[in-house]
């Protein structure tokens, strides 16, 4: 299983985004799927989330102003609006299947500047 995440750039504070990523191979059934961040030095911190049923969770932070969703089978997306510099991040998918393995995207940089 592959995961291929797309959609960073440079964006000033207040502009958006919209980060995809796409699963290929063979794979069992995702039970979860999520949108992962890392600044330098900083660990790795859970953004968002989406389940199969379609529930939603998202870091404090990221209410409001960042959304998940899922395209079936294998494709995700986190549109984030309302950029701040302290969402500069490389963001990772993260999909796990039902025996609970996880799979990782290789990361897509965000940076807000002005």
């Known amino acids: 299983v592959q995961l291929q995440a797309s959609g960073g750039g440079v964006v000033q504070p207040g502009g958006s985004l919209r980060l995809s990523c796409v699963a290929s191979?063979?794979?069992?059934?995702?039970?979860?799927m999520r949108w992962y961040r890392q600044s330098p030095g900083q660990q790795r911190e859970l953004v968002a989330a989406i389940s199969t049923g379609g529930t939603t969770t998202y870091r404090d932070s990221a209410k409001g102003r960042f959304t998940i969703s899922r395209d079936y089978p294998n494709t995700i997306h986190l549109q984030m609006n309302n950029l701040k510099s302290e969402d500069t991040a490389v963001y990772y998918c993260n999909f796990v299947d039902s025996d609970y393995t996880n799979y990782w995207g290789q990361g897509t940089q965000v940076t807000v500047s002005s």
């Open positions: 191979g063979s794979m069992s059934m995702m039970v979860g």
